[in-house]
């Protein structure tokens, strides 16, 4: 048996934890630059915002007070998201974290739980009295099933955020009800085509013959058609597959037309491209960059370029990693254009502690170097980025455009929530 929890509206009910004013109100939050819409609450899709949506085509709504809208603030986000994912281990044996707000829970040897509904609510109160965001909860034998309990759980208020398919009779009804575009890993165009053979609903795929859609479509079907039946065919994994690449990318609030602030800029992404490679404690060898203006832009020239060093031994440190990606750009800045984006990569990527030296080359891994960037880290985790190194400027008026950024009120001392009596 599986489980499914994922948080509803996760941004939205993020921003709402700290400001309960915002109940019932209708809640957005934007992406990057503050473009487009990423997260709604319910109160916002009843006033037919849709998803990914341009911000400047429901700023009226903003304007007339209808609506509260929020840039992304990842820093809140991961850090709840890290509390709930903790809570979840609390109470079940196994958990897969799938993404930010979602994850799979194998409920092996829970059948001595009174009844699996009944763990379900117990999960949604403690998720709720504990953190406050609510959650919704699909129960199912395969983890296509679960997927499809949750989107029940969440659709029908009648189930109280709780569904469990194992029930007799359950199954069947809500795959006879569900349409075939909610099924998990069935994308638009393979539903168009399903449509095309008569398939619309959940129920009329799984009756489908598993060889004949494999050999039409793809394995990946056929496992969706099994797993609708009940028979399970995606594994459990409580530890992700490691990172094969690790990228640090920023679309600017304005274009750049000077070196200074795009070297500012990829000093800033190689560093943070190098923490994220510690958080992973994984090594690199490869190091990339690349630069580009907007390719939509008519009236511009238009260039895009990048370039990679190979590392002549791994290294996770972030001062030789900003030296090699400042040494790449200036292999390919160009002046007279108008950059819109920049970015740092990092790839050939391996364990920190599978690491041996290469006799014939020089080790950028060494002792020291590890105990400065553990160092360095442990001093930025406890004041929230005390340290940072010379030249990755401290103005960076070129940063992402947030003017709706909320606080960070658990992982920020200077932003805490106050209460005055």
């Known amino acids: 048996m599986y489980a499914l929890v994922d948080c509803n509206s996760f941004y939205a009910s993020c921003e709402r934890l700290f400001r309960p004013e915002l109940k019932d109100k209708a809640v957005v939050v934007l992406s990057n630059n503050d473009g487009c819409v990423v997260a709604r609450s319910a109160e916002a899709k009843a006033l037919g915002i849709k998803m990914a949506v341009p ?118 009804r809500l795959l006879k009800k569900t349409d075939v575009s909610e099924v998990w890993g069935v994308g638009r165009r393979t539903v168009e085509k399903l449509r095309a053979e008569d398939i619309y609903t959940a129920a009329d795929l799984a009756r489908a013959d598993a060889e004949t859609m494999r050999r039409r479509y793809s394995v990946v079907l056929e496992r969706t058609i099994l797993e609708l ?128 030296a290469d006799l014939f080359n020089p080790d950028l891994c060494t002792t020291k170097s590890l105990q400065l960037m553990k160092t360095l880290d442990q001093v930025n985790q406890r004041f929230h980025r005390g340290l940072s190194f010379a030249g990755q400027g401290q103005k960076q008026d070129w940063a992402m455009q947030r003017q709706h950024l909320s606080p960070r009120y658990t992982t920020s001392w200077r932003e805490l929530k106050v209460v005055r009596a």
Request: aromatic letters at 10%; one cysteine or more; glycine letters at 6%.
């Open 229 to 356: 039946r009940g028979i399970p065919c995606i594994g459990f994994d409580e530890q992700p597959n490691p990172k094969q690449q690790i990228l640090c990318s920023r679309t600017f609030s304005h274009r750049l037309t000077c070196l200074q602030p795009m070297q500012e800029a990829i000093r800033e992404y190689a560093v943070r491209a190098a923490e994220k490679l510690r958080e992973e404690k994984r090594l690199t060898s490869s190091v990339s960059i690349y630069i580009r203006t907007n390719p939509n832009a008519k009236f511009e020239m238009k260039y895009a370029n990048g370039a990679t060093y190979p590392l002549p031994s791994p290294t996770n440190d972030s001062r030789v990693i900003m030296k090699i990606a400042l040494r790449l750009l200036q292999g390919i800045y160009r002046d007279g254009y108008r950059y819109m984006k920049a970015g740092v990569i990092l790839n050939a990527l391996q364990p920190e502690d599978n690491y041996q």
């Open 55 to 172: 911000f400047f085509e429901v700023r009226e709504f903003y304007e007339r007070g209808q609506l509260q809208v929020f840039s992304s603030n990842y820093a809140l986000y991961g850090d709840l998201s890290a509390r709930v994912m903790t809570t979840l281990e609390e109470l079940v044996p196994e958990v897969e974290v799938y993404s930010i707000d979602e994850a799979f829970l194998g409920l092996s040897g829970m059948r001595t739980e009174p009844d699996l509904t009944e763990l379900g609510h117990k999960i949604i109160k403690r998720i709720n009295h504990w953190i406050g965001i609510p959650v919704g909860v699909g129960i199912a034998e395969t983890k296509t099933l679960a997927k499809l309990a949750n989107y029940a759980a969440k659709h029908y208020p009648q189930t109280q955020g709780v569904v469990d398919l194992s029930k007799p009779g359950w199954r069947e």
